[in-house]
């Protein structure tokens, strides 16, 4: 099969002819369709990522969407021409999806959504996960919750927003003056993170109270806003808790936090069926009309990862990238 071969971090793709890997006990045989690129892939193959190392040489990819060519002993929900999805490695030394073929944990996927197209489908497994072990698991979203969403324009915060809507909340999302018209396209309420402060939204959007629950996706600073615009025994969740921080306004409220590490069941192996589960729930969304990802309108072949990189890298994409491995 042909694949694209990570060789040095900070170096080129090389795509190489290698030998197609068979499906062991549990795992399914997918035929590669798309591969979906993350931020995080370029920390990996920076060599930056110390939470997500991926021995060299190495085949990146989190995310892909494909069609099941084989399954492995044992396994019984998926069979040959099941059309699949999932966050499924590039990461820990397992087989990423840069590439025609990966044998994969059957307990990782779910089945593509009948609406959306390969491209997008590969788009949202790791976002989608990450929203809704925040907003679902960790700070139990419901239908009169006000949320509120750090950088709801972002590949992790438009899925979120999504999320919360479906459960009935009352979505507010921060972004800057250019992103107003997409978050409000997904149904949030804008805020101008640069022309308002965390006292001027949250007195005019709850009453000076503060949220129930705000979703940091950022990090330093942002996260530091956060914990000041929940309310009292609000919850605060973060994918992305780098820096330091007083949790003073935290306990001032009575508040509570939760970090998400999506990675841990591929990294560790324990709880790779929640994952399984939670894009049968993303399936079930699409399939309502309730989630559909903003996807780059460029495409990328196998041969052009590099090209792919670059324009998460430098933030000019407009969407999740792709890549098509069937070109």
Request: aromatic share 6%.
């Amino acid at each position: 099969m042909r694949a694209a071969l990570l060789e040095a971090h900070g170096g080129p793709f090389r795509l190489a002819e290698i030998a197609r890997p068979e499906p062991g006990q549990g795992e399914v045989l997918v035929r590669i369709h798309a591969s979906g690129v993350n931020p995080l892939d370029i920390k990996i193959r920076a060599g930056t990522a110390a939470h997500a190392r991926h021995p060299l040489p190495a085949i990146l990819g989190i995310d892909l969407a494909g069609v099941v060519e084989a399954v492995g002993a044992e396994v019984k929900a998926f069979r040959p021409g099941d059309e699949v999805y999932g966050m499924t490695g590039g990461v820990g030394g397992i087989q990423g999806s840069l590439a025609e073929y990966a044998a994969v944990d059957a307990r990782l996927i779910a089945r593509k959504p009948a609406n959306l197209g390969f491209g997008e489908a590969a788009a949202l497994p790791l976002v989608f996960i990450t929203a809704w072990e925040g907003l679902v698991d960790r700070a139990g979203v419901r239908a009169g919750h006000k949320v509120l969403i750090q950088g709801g324009a972002g590949g992790v915060g438009h899925v979120a927003v999504q999320i919360a809507r479906a459960f009935g909340a009352d979505v507010y999302a921060t972004g800057s003056a250019g992103q107003r018209q997409a978050i409000e396209t997904l149904g949030a309420t804008a805020i101008d993170y640069r022309a308002e402060t965390v006292e001027d939204y949250v007195a005019a959007h709850t009453d000076g109270a503060g949220f129930d629950t705000a979703y940091d996706t950022g990090g330093g600073a942002i996260l530091d806003a956060s914990f000041a615009a929940i309310r009292r025994f609000g919850h605060v969740v973060s994918c992305l808790g780098w820096g330091n921080h007083a949790l003073a306004p935290l306990s001032f409220r009575g508040g509570s936090y939760s970090g998400v590490f999506t990675l841990l069941p591929l990294l560790t192996g324990i709880g790779r069926e929640h994952h399984g589960a939670i894009l049968a729930e993303a399936t079930r969304l699409a399939e309502a009309g309730k989630l559909a990802p903003i996807v780059e309108a460029r495409s990328f072949s196998l041969g052009e990862v590099a090209a792919a990189h670059v324009i998460v890298e430098d933030r000019s994409a407009r969407g999740k990238v792709v890549v098509d491995v069937t070109r």
